[in-house]
């Protein structure tokens, strides 16, 4: 297996949200055709084939799983779980 390389610093980050899906695409530069690898927790690193170049991420659900977690948070520290140090570390 080849090692995966990441571009340098691009002048131009795309970013394009679907609202329908819930889904976060971002591109370093132009969006080009790749190959998804799925690394969990809903984040695709998508790689293009001949250079071995991380060219973007797909992000599945970062609304809808950003607001589960603040909806989490609140219910802890309603119930008195976390408290405000604890919020503080989180930021």
Do not use: C
């Not at 991380?54 to 977690?69: D, Y």
């Amino acid at each position: 297996m080849e090692a995966i390389k990441i571009k340098e610093k691009k002048q131009k980050l795309i970013w394009d949200y679907d609202a329908e899906a819930d889904v976060l695409y971002i591109s370093f530069g132009n969006p080009v055709i790749a190959e998804g690898i799925d690394i969990g927790e809903g984040t695709i690193i998508r790689i293009d084939p001949e250079s071995h170049e991380i060219n973007g991420l797909t992000i599945l659900n970062p609304v809808n799983r950003t607001f589960n977690i603040m909806l989490q948070n609140e219910k802890k520290q309603e119930a008195g779980i976390i408290g405000e140090k604890d919020e503080k570390a989180m930021e």
